[in-house]
């Protein structure tokens, strides 16, 4: 099972140009997440789909858009990248809301310069 | 404004001894507390998690405490091993289905476990 595959692993982008990242899960997941992590600063969510069809903003959504491919699919695009989005990526997915267990991918490495 | 409070940053144990984590969280409306372990270059992994309505959980070594009219809880790491080298992140997040189940994390915190 891959659970949460995020693509790519890294990238590096300069100033200005445009990229979105990938994500898909094969859990039969309705609820998908996109967080940053900065050190010191935890994971900060950006955007978040609780069902197919429907987004929403986070914390931090300033910068991105994010699009519900379908119900395995939810990509967050950075239109013109700017050093301050710097980060680690992260893509999760639950069951549903309530208490269920989140699952993570293995991240994507982005760096601005 | 963080919403969850997570401390130490860093700490460091020797293999055997206990580690304990804390957070603080001001949202009332919080009702489901999980702690996630996160290993380098790895995405973060469910490790334990508690409701309001239990003070305490226990699963193996590790043991959340929850107290709720301060609306604090922490982690304990019985008997540390080298394997539990990792940064660990507290989280909170209000369960109702409009709410989107979205988690809230603490800062993070560094535990590296000494031979």
């Known amino acids: 099972n891959a659970g949460v595959t995020q693509t790519p692993k890294f990238q590096v982008l300069k100033t200005g140009q445009s990229m979105t990242l990938q994500c898909a899960q094969d859990?039969?997941?309705?609820?998908m997440y996109w967080y940053r992590q900065d050190p010191g600063m935890g994971l900060r969510l950006i955007y978040y789909?609780?069902?197919?069809?429907?987004?929403d903003k986070g914390e931090v959504p300033n910068g991105y858009n994010v699009s519900r491919l379908n119900k395995r699919e939810f990509s967050l695009r950075l239109e013109s990248a700017a050093p301050s989005q710097t980060s680690v990526y992260f893509c999760?997915?639950?069951?549903?809301?309530?208490?269920?267990?989140?699952?993570f991918g293995q991240g994507t490495r982005l760096t601005v310069v | 404004q963080q919403q969850v409070k997570q401390s130490p940053q860093s700490l460091i144990v020797q293999k055997g001894g206990i580690s304990i984590i804390n957070c603080a969280y001001e949202?009332?409306?919080?009702?489901?507390f999980p702690w996630y372990q996160q290993f380098p270059g790895k995405g973060p992994a469910l490790l334990i998690a508690i409701r309001p309505d239990v003070s305490e959980k226990k699963e193996g070594r590790f043991t959340i405490s929850f107290n709720k009219s301060a609306k604090q809880f922490s982690l304990h790491i019985m008997d540390s091993q080298p394997g539990d080298s990792a940064t660990y992140f507290c989280?909170?997040?209000?369960?109702?289905?409009?709410?989107?189940?979205?988690?809230?994390f603490g800062g993070g915190t560094r535990v590296l476990v000494k031979p």
């Open positions: 789909s609780a069902s197919e069809g429907t987004t």
């Open positions: 999760a997915s639950s069951i549903e809301v309530g208490y269920t267990e989140a699952f």
């Open positions: 859990m039969n997941h309705n609820s």
């Open positions: 949202n009332t409306a919080f009702d489901y």
């Open positions: 989280a909170a997040c209000h369960s109702i289905k409009a709410a989107g189940n979205k988690l809230t």
